[in-house]
């Protein structure tokens, strides 16, 4: 049986992909800050409405304008799809009780309501952050990417990384619970006087023979390219 694809809309990501994250599955966009989460994960989405599929989006740090504005700035004018078939919601992550209900009551219901096949959470690791005990968390964090797992969409979660750690997630948990990790960091060449790179690499992909190759690759203005052709190490 052939497994069903969903498309990020970046050429060269996809083809690392096998054609794109698995549908549905669960998806984790792991670097630091400035790596191009947010970007990747507004990307997911704006490929989604061109192919008229139901997106949500939920912000846990950036504010709705400004992620409509992010889109706009792109060339993805999503004003007219805006609580039609795009559903950008902004949580609060100081107020753990409120995050954590409607993350785990709204959102399904909203899943069910739309029929939304992407969801985008940016970032996870800001709603890993609010459990002060770590058995609590991963507790948490199971049971949510459980209840994922029931839903007909496909989740790609972006998770920051710790200051000395740029491979890993923050709480490096969310790495065993999902089926594919992408990571994304920054590279500097060796001589120093050479501007520093972005790189993207399929960690893992379950049920798939993903590229194990680094990539470089550059956000633009309207576009991300992944440079296939070249290589990073
Ligand atoms: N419109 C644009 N044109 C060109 N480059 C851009 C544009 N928008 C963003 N970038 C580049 O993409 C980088 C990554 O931005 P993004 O917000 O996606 O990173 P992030 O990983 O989500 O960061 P953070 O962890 O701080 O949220 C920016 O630092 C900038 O260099
Ligand atoms: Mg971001």
Redesign the pocket.
């Known amino acids: 049986m052939s497994t069903s694809r969903v498309t990020m809309g970046i050429e060269g990501l996809d083809a690392m992909l096998e054609g794109g994250l698995i549908n549905p599955s669960i998806c984790a966009l792991i ?10 994960g507004i990307q997911f989405i704006a490929e989604g409405l061109l192919k008229k599929e139901k997106c949500i989006y939920i912000s846990l ?1 950036e504010r709705v304008d400004m992620i409509q504005g ?1 889109m706009k ?2 060339g993805w004018d999503v004003a007219p799809y805006v609580n039609k078939s795009l559903f950008v919601i902004k949580l609060d992550p100081t107020n753990f009780n409120l995050m954590i209900n409607s993350i785990k009551e709204e959102l399904f219901e909203l899943i069910e309501k739309t029929g939304a096949t992407r969801v985008v959470i940016d ?1 996870i690791s800001l709603f890993e952050g609010t459990f002060s005990s770590s058995v609590d968390r991963r507790l948490e964090l199971i049971r949510f990417i459980e209840m994922m797992r029931d839903q007909p969409c496909t989740l790609l979660m ?1 998770s ?1 990384t710790e200051s000395n750690n740029p491979l890993m997630s923050r709480y490096g948990l969310i790495e065993y619970l999902v089926d594919t990790v992408i990571l ?1 960091r920054y590279y500097r060449p060796a001589d120093m006087m050479t501007p520093v790179h972005l790189a993207v690499e399929v960690v893992k992909m379950r049920q798939s023979k993903h590229s194990r190759e680094i990539k470089p690759f550059e ?3 309207d576009q991300i390219l992944v440079y296939s052709g070249a290589n990073v190490f």
Not at 31 to 40: I, P
């Open positions: 670097g630091t800050y400035g790596t191009g989460k947010t970007t990747l740090d992010i700035q792109r970032p972006t920051e994304l956000i633009l203005q």
